[in-house]
């Protein structure tokens, strides 16, 4: 994975030492907290419920041990012991104290972490594919890239103050695991028909109040233009994305409001002249961050059997793992999603425990994912049983990925000032009721995603069935929407109609499970089921 | 009545006006009538307080003070789905009261 160079660890050692002295400003009073508040903020620290909150940035999800053990060192020293991560693939600490900041940013910065760019009207954390580098499915590593448009966005002078927030992925295979076109700009790396390697940039998608699904703008962009045409997208957007109207600022109103065509026209007018500034940075950079990401030493001729009789690895297996490009090898999610838990948090126990099986069995990287669970890329097949146990023994193991109870839930009202209602007890009493009615496992691959308001930062509108969180009269409800995808066929779910108190909604998604039940075919998942026989006979059963 | 509450500028802690400072424990708080801005004003000034605000409240059946909405209510007591860290933690029925 990349390591910092002595510029990247300059710049952000140069940024602790500025936040120290403008957190010191500010308890010495001498800065309002009008003039402090988009300064922390660019520091990723918020004021939530209960505290501030610090959202640390991981890189597309990468990380290795010592990052992870400096993670669950913070949970410990300035934390209450435990962290959450996050659909962007970060982590959020919810305990934090103004004094302590700069002390944790400057621990982060010793392993190569901050939390620059986590808040504020800029380029985002780049998040991608999890099992990048790893899966069987993907045409290159997209990480490179992903590198390459984090240094491009770090501090980029002209897109610290866009219209809004501006969240970019990149994936590199066909299956998208990431949620691509759910992003300001969603980039596949793909082949074209003369066999070039190239980039198709989807722009103008994204959840939030008004869930759009980013159109295709350019089929096929030239790896060696990726940041020029990248450029060009955002500069269209700085210059006409409204500022006038908060709810109207995303990218994907401009695309919206323009028509992909004539935004599309827009850009290929800038790209033309961009190309004529040569802003693409030097190939050698590009092949410099390209060594970082070399295939680890994998062990030739590594065996690809597994001994599945213990029957809770064999379902562990079937449902966390997932092929792996190397023969011998295979990707293991740990899900985060324990029954009755709270999706996402881990204590730091787990975090350390995470740490060392990651850097034992596979090869010191961690990845994070959208859904709120911690990946091990590269495991050995022959070591798969031995990790599992410890897993399990740890509570770490269970074998729900993808499932009711593999929910994404946002920290809603527990924790986050925006909330509207809860998600997390919502999350955990379908993660018993499902468990406890052993529906789970015949259901299969169901995803359950809670939003705790119309900010969408539990991704309810990707979900096979979504909730959100709403205010009725001071009282939190919950609509319930189905239909909704977050893979290379992505759809947006649909409100099934009036709402539904906390246990009302927990039978109502009951309800809609066993109208799957009933009504499958051989081979259908939950959300084929609902698009081909729509939404009425649910309705009829959850409201009938 | 109406009560202030607001965030400990150094630790980001919950508090509420007790009508001579800050407590974490909403049972402190008191009615600020129509004083809620000038206190307000006065204690931001000062740093003992981060953003705060009036908010409606009651007192309840038992003689607690009660904030008017749930948003309040988990912030005097804490994350509901985490008992143990709550102002609470010996109190089964503490989750009961912020719904
Ligand atoms: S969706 Fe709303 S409640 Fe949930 S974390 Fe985002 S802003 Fe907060």
Redesign the pocket.
Same mark, same amino acid.
């Given at each position: 994975m990349y390591r910092y160079d002595k510029y990247d660890q300059a710049m952000v050692d140069a940024r602790v030492a500025e936040f120290r002295d403008q957190a010191r400003r500010r308890l010495e009073g001498k800065m309002t907290e009008d003039q402090f508040k988009p300064l922390r903020l660019q520091n990723g620290l918020y004021l939530q419920l209960h505290a501030y909150m610090l959202r640390v940035a991981v890189p597309y999800g990468t990380l290795n041990a010592q990052q992870m053990h400096m993670l669950a060192d913070i949970a410990d020293k300035y934390d209450r012991g435990y962290g959450h991560f996050t659909t962007r693939q970060n982590i959020q600490y919810n305990w934090i104290k103004l004094e302590d900041t700069a002390d944790i940013l400057a621990d982060l910065a010793k392993v190569e972490m901050h939390a620059i760019q986590t808040s504020g009207n800029c380029i985002r954390n780049i998040s991608s594919d999890q099992y990048a580098g790893a899966a069987a499915d993907e045409l290159i590593d997209p990480r490179p890239y992903a590198e390459l448009l984090r240094q491009w966005s770090s501090f980029h002078p002209e897109f610290l103050a866009l219209p809004r927030k501006f969240k970019i992925c990149v994936i590199a295979s066909e299956t998208d695991r990431a949620a691509m076109k759910l992003h300001d700009i969603g980039i596949r790396i793909v082949k074209n028909d003369a066999g070039e390697i190239g980039a198709a940039f989807y722009v103008g998608g994204g959840m939030g109040r008004t869930p759009m699904i980013a159109p295709l703008i350019r089929e096929f962009v030239p790896l060696d233009q990726l940041i020029t045409y990248a450029e060009a997208c955002l500069r269209v957007y700085n210059r006409y994305g409204r500022r006038d109207n908060k709810f109207k600022a995303r990218i994907k109103i401009l695309v919206h409001e323009l028509g992909k065509e004539e935004y599309a026209r827009q850009v290929e007018e800038e790209f033309a002249h961009l190309l004529t500034q040569d802003i693409e940075p030097p190939l050698a950079e590009l092949e410099r961050i390209k060594e970082y990401f070399a295939d680890p030493a994998f062990e030739a001729g590594a065996s690809d059997e597994i001994d599945l009789s213990d029957p809770d690895f064999a379902l562990w297996v079937k449902n966390n793992c997932h092929a792996h490009k190397q023969p011998g090898y295979i990707t293991a999610t740990i899900s985060l999603k324990p029954v009755g838990g709270i999706p996402g948090d881990a204590s730091a126990a787990q975090m350390h425990l995470m740490a060392e099986l990651g850097k034992e069995y596979s090869f010191d990287e961690m990845r994070v994912t959208h859904a709120q669970n911690i990946v091990l890329p590269h495991v050995k097949k022959a070591d798969l049983y031995t990790l599992w146990q410890k897993l399990d023994e740890a509570g770490l193991g269970a074998a729900n990925l993808d499932s009711i109870e593999d929910i994404i839930a946002?920290? +809603?009202l527990d924790y986050?000032s925006? $909330?509207n209602a809860r998600?997390i007890p919502v999350a955990q009493k379908i993660s018993e009721r499902f468990a406890g009615n052993g529906k789970t496992e015949t259901l299969g691959e169901l995803k359950l995603k809670i939003? +705790?308001?119309i900010? $969408?930062? +539990?991704h309810h509108h990707a979900g096979h069935i979504g909730i959100l969180g709403v205010d009725k009269k001071g009282l939190e409800n919950y609509q319930l929407l189905l239909g909704g995808c977050e893979g290379e066929d992505t759809s947006l779910g649909k409100i099934t109609g009036p709402g539904f108190t906390e246990d009302g909604i927990v039978d109502a998604v009951d309800k809609a499970a066993d109208v799957y039940l009933a009504q499958r075919q051989e081979g259908e998942r939950f959300l084929d089921t609902y698009r081909r026989i729509g939404m009425d006979p649910f309705k009829e059963a959850i409201y009938g | 009545m109406k009560i202030l509450t607001g965030n400990d500028l150094r630790t980001g802690q919950v508090t509420w006006w007790t009508g001579q400072g800050w407590s974490i424990h909403v049972e402190d708080a008191v009615d600020v009538g129509d004083q809620a801005d000038a206190i307000a004003a006065r204690e931001e000034g000062a740093r003992r307080v981060n953003v705060p605000y009036a908010i409606n409240a009651e007192i309840d059946e038992k003689g607690g003070v009660r904030p008017a909405h749930i948003k309040d209510r988990i912030r005097a007591l804490g994350p509901t789905v985490r008992p143990d860290l709550t102002l609470k933690p010996a109190d089964p029925e503490a989750g009961n009261w912020v719904i």
């Open positions: 946002c920290p +809603g986050c925006l $909330a998600s939003s +705790g308001c900010n $969408a930062c +539990g | -």
